[in-house]
Nanobody, 126 residues
Framework: QEQLVESGGGLVQAGGSLRLSCAAS????????MGWFRQAPGKVREFLTG????????DYADSVKGRFTISRDNAKKMLYLQMNSLKPEDTAVYYC???????????????????WGQGIQVTVSS
């Protein structure tokens, strides 16, 4: 059973940056597509970005293109989300996710992922 734990969230001023990390404990991390999602109060869980199992393919939601960057380090079993130029509307609980489904590209919907972290709060003030 894959276990994912996010870290690196917190409070930041608009225009600032944060780097989220997701640590995986499973044995087959390098074979999983990975993704980041967020969920604000009263909102659906939103796809942000995904990365293929070897890191050669990425996908981004329009809302974060040019501001967020996903990366992974399979040797360390770590997934990262670098968030720059943060806006108040980025405030949400952020989740990392993993899937064993062997699609060519990482899924861009929550239903495409099997394993989820507990979520971590990111708050961006005006």
């Amino acid at each position: 059973q894959e276990q994912l734990v996010e870290s690196g969230g917190g409070l930041v001023q608009a225009g600032g940056s944060l780097r989220l990390s997701c640590a995986a404990s499973g044995r087959a991390f390098s074979s999983y597509h990975m993704g980041w999602f967020r969920q604000a109060p009263g909102k659906v869980r939103e796809f942000l970005t995904g990365i293929s199992w070897i890191g050669d393919s990425t996908d981004y939601a329009d809302s974060v293109k040019g501001r967020f960057t996903i990366s992974r380090d399979n040797a360390k079993k770590m997934l990262y989300l670098q968030m720059n130029s943060l806006k108040p509307e980025d405030t949400a609980v952020y989740y990392c996710a993993a899937t064993t489904i062997r699609t060519i590209n990482p899924p861009n919907r929550a239903a495409g992922y099997e394993y989820w972290g507990q979520g971590i709060q990111v708050t961006v003030s005006s």
